[in-house]
């Protein structure tokens, strides 16, 4: 069997997607409704399907988020000194 052009959005089961991300399978429909992953029902019976390149931009997304709150979570505990360095702001 040919693999498929690399142009064709390449579909996962909600399932999958919730064992990769280990959340519910809830969850995994939420984020579509939220349109925080791409995804759309397909066949007949028409079930859920997530495109997988909308899961790869949701784990940088969240990456990201966390590469943020890290570097918030550095800045609240640093001290002024370390912020601003030892010399005196006025020339005192």
Not at 2 to 13: E, N, Q, V
Not at 15 to 25: F, R
Not at 43 to 71: C, F, H, K, N
């Amino acid at each position: 069997m040919a693999d498929p052009p690399a142009s064709a959005p390449r579909f996962l089961a909600p399932a999958q997607v919730a064992e990769l991300l280990s959340i519910g399978v809830d969850e995994v429909i939420t984020l579509v409704h939220e349109g925080r992953l791409r995804g759309s029902q397909l066949g007949t019976p028409p079930r859920w399907r997530v495109e997988e390149s909308s899961l790869q931009d949701y784990l940088a997304e969240q990456s990201e988020i966390s590469r943020r709150m890290a570097l918030w979570r550095q800045s609240q505990t640093a001290s002024f000194p370390e912020v601003w360095g030892t010399s005196s702001a006025h020339g005192i």
